[in-house]
């Protein structure tokens, strides 16, 4: 089945404990992104990348990091995780071109 | 940038139809999208758009006027199912392949 998965589901962290979110897609879409949902903010865009050993910042980069070492993964690192990096995580996928993004199921992170 | 404006929350009846509104900015346009998203879910996808006119898809259809930076999703003989918020998107930027979503709007059917 095509899809884009996330690990973990749930994570809750305390303040500074380095933390790594994984993607990985099935589909051999060479677009991926991260993205962040809080309320009354939507999604947004954390960081992307259009092909391997391609990336670039998005809308609020700060206080996270990527990789893209393989085509399939894309995960998202919190080197030193604060609380106002509490929120619903998504990673997406897309061939590229004028195609759709399919999400993953989310990641809910809490940091105390 | 891009910049996506869509109204907060909208209400409507069960077999009513219902329009939900998107204007936006971009430097740059490669199609624009409209996701559902149940609370807590993620977000699926309905429609692109990526010439001007409309798009239908069964209860949904979707329009864009790229001159006036304008969408539209309408959805037609509403469910009690289709309670969730619906994300216009806009693919564009450096590259053509950043997407930035609007903020959601918050659609209630009640019976």
């Known amino acids: 089945e095509a899809q884009v998965t996330q690990n973990p589901r749930y994570l809750i962290t305390v303040t500074g404990k380095k933390l790594t979110v994984t993607c990985s897609q099935n589909m051999n879409h060479e677009y991926m992104s991260w993205y962040r949902q809080d309320p009354g903010l939507g999604l947004r865009q954390i960081y992307y990348s259009m092909n391997v050993e391609v990336t670039d910042k998005g809308d609020v980069p700060e206080g996270y990091k990527v990789s893209r070492k393989e085509k399939r993964n894309f995960p998202l690192i919190l080197e030193s995780p604060s609380p106002n990096q509490t929120s619903l995580y998504f990673c997406a996928s897309s061939p590229g071109g004028v195609r759709r993004y399919t999400f993953g199921s989310g990641t809910r992170l809490t940091v105390v | 940038g891009q910049n996506i404006d869509q109204p907060t929350e909208m209400t409507a009846t069960e077999g009513a139809i219902v329009q939900i509104n998107c204007t936006y900015q971009?430097?740059?346009?490669?199609?624009l999208f409209w996701y559902q998203q149940h609370a807590g879910e993620a977000p699926t996808f309905l429609s692109y758009n990526v010439l001007d006119g409309l798009e239908e898809k069964g209860r949904f259809s979707s329009f864009l006027s790229r001159s006036k930076g304008y969408s539209y999703l309408l959805l037609k003989e509403l469910q009690m199912k289709d309670s969730a918020s619906y994300l216009c998107?806009?693919?564009?930027?450096?590259?053509?392949?950043?997407?930035?979503f609007g903020t959601g709007t918050r659609l209630l059917v009640s019976p």
């Open positions: 998107a806009v693919k564009g930027g450096t590259g053509f392949q950043k997407l930035v």
């Open positions: 971009t430097s740059g346009f490669n199609g």
